[in-house]
């Protein structure tokens, strides 16, 4: 009987001592997936950290680009002494001044470029000339575009007193205060003449179905390498579903 007792009391004991081990072995199990998920997640906070830093510095990259400091600035005649003796370039800027009367520039640094004209180009009709006030805000809406057609900006600007470099054309367009669209053209260095120049922009086509229609805002700069701005327009357009009547 004793040893019935005995093979039972055994038998639990066997039994709760493998339960005790299985316990032990599940607690084991059970800390190394917990460390291993500290483990990973470090892993994934490390990468984080690694991805928000790489965003930081591409963002201190393009901050240190947008404070790029160009070499000085010289006047046209300074332009034409400097590297006389380099017979390509020369050629080059003579190339590039053209006809210039230096006596007429003088020796101003500074380039000016004076916007005269904006239109829209549209094939089958007539050009919208849209006049340019001088605060650069136009009252209501600008101009109206038909959806789904296809357009070209096209404007006239003049440049005097020096080479102005870089000058280009950057759009901004928003709508229900969301920003929609933003564009950037590069136009290209100028000298100064009397004559006007003329720029037509590439093709574009406007937006079209039902959530297309409606009111926009839009931001319109002219610009040159320096970042300095010769135009700002502020204005309202509207995308309908014919053009606007004449």
């Not at 001044?97 to 640094?109: A, F, I, M, Y």
């Amino acid at each position: 009987m004793s040893l019935a007792v005995g093979a039972v009391s055994s038998s639990k004991n066997m039994g709760f001592d493998e339960n005790k081990e299985e316990g032990e072995k599940s607690t084991r199990e059970i800390e190394e997936a917990k460390q291993e998920g500290d483990d990973e997640g470090g892993k994934i906070s490390r990468q984080t950290s690694e991805a928000s830093l790489y965003a930081t510095d591409l963002e201190e990259e393009d901050d240190e680009r947008s404070k790029l400091q160009l070499g000085p600035q010289y006047t046209l005649k300074e332009q034409l002494e400097k590297d006389k003796d380099d017979e390509s370039l020369r050629r080059w800027k003579e190339q590039l001044l053209g006809s210039v009367d230096l006596n007429n520039v003088g020796e101003t640094l500074e380039p000016d470029v004076k916007i005269f004209c904006l239109s829209i180009i549209s094939p089958g009709r007539s050009d919208i000339v849209l006049p340019i006030p001088e605060d650069g805000k136009p009252n209501g809406i600008w101009f109206t575009l038909k959806e789904g057609s296809k357009y070209k900006l096209k404007f006239s600007f003049q440049v005097s007193n020096n080479i102005v470099s870089g000058l280009k054309y950057t759009n901004s367009v928003w709508k229900t205060g969301i920003k929609v669209d933003s564009s950037k053209e590069m136009i290209g260095t100028f000298s100064p003449q009397i004559e006007p120049y003329t720029h037509i922009m590439h093709e574009e086509t406007t937006p079209s179905g039902m959530f297309s229609r409606g009111s926009y805002s839009a931001r319109s700069k002219f610009l040159d390498d320096d970042n300095k701005c010769y135009l700002e327009i502020n204005y309202g357009f509207d995308i309908r579903k014919e053009w606007a009547s004449t």
